[in-house]
T-cell receptor, first 113, second 119 residues
């Protein structure tokens, strides 16, 4: 079956612009995670959804970051007023249930100029 | 304190040889899970293997095995019969907490080890 997909794959934004990153999880997967991966580093947790409920947003670095999953499937990560330090790869992962192995999408590489 | 430590920034191995990638972890939670992921240059994270803290046997998946030493808090990945396609970044990750907790499920990753397989 289809894996996790993310769009766009690459995004260049000027400092101060708003961006929206989309994640389509594997069909039927209840859990959805967002991670941020800086160059040469391991991914870092941002937020977690179980169906449409955002149960953990402890990793969001500032109130400029907002995520939603209104119908329990597709999720959008929005970054307002982008800053240079937001440049990173944003990875989305889904799993059948919490605690099971997570399947990752290809990521969105965000570059803020 | 680092929860997941991968001390080898880079490793080299000859094709068809075995290689061990090190991972140590730190947690006070008796219930946790350990994962290994492979990240090729394309960027996608590929799940390789999982070990639960209560599992008695070391996990194996094809050419991958996890050398789980609970008392030492280590979870090294062993790749047997290396192939050129194994060249990639490898991440060790940990899931903490009990099922039902709000933080359950999220992964904490190490810094990664770049593996290069020579022909």
């Amino acid at each position: 079956g289809a894996g996790v997909s993310q769009s766009p794959r690459y995004k260049v934004a000027k400092r101060g612009q708003d961006v929206a990153l989309r994640c389509d999880p594997i069909s039927g997967h209840v859990s959805l995670f967002w991670y941020q991966q800086a160059l040469g580093q391991g991914p870092e947790f941002l937020t977690y959804f179980q169906n449409e409920a955002q149960l953990d947003k402890s990793g969001l670095p500032s109130d400029r970051f907002f995520a939603e999953r209104p119908e329990g499937s597709v999720s959008t990560l929005k970054i307002q007023r982008t800053q240079q330090e937001d440049s990173a790869v944003y990875l989305c992962a889904s799993s059948l249930l919490r605690g099971y192995e997570q399947y990752f999408g290809p990521g969105t590489r965000l570059t803020v100029t | 304190a680092q929860k997941i430590t991968q001390t080898q920034p880079g490793m080299f191995v000859q094709e068809k040889e075995a290689v061990t990638l090190d991972c140590t972890y730190d947690t006070s939670d008796p219930s946790y899970g350990l994962f290994w992921y492979k990240q090729p240059s394309s960027g996608e994270m590929i799940f390789l293997i999982y070990q639960g803290s209560y599992d008695q046997q070391n996990a194996t998946e094809g050419r991958y095995s996890l050398n789980f030493q609970k008392a030492r808090k280590s979870a090294n990945l062993v790749i047997s019969a290396s192939q050129l396609g194994d060249s990639a970044m490898y991440f060790c990750a940990m899931r903490e907490g009990r099922a039902g907790g709000t933080s359950y499920g999220k992964l904490t990753f190490g810094q990664g080890t770049i593996l290069t397989v020579h022909p």
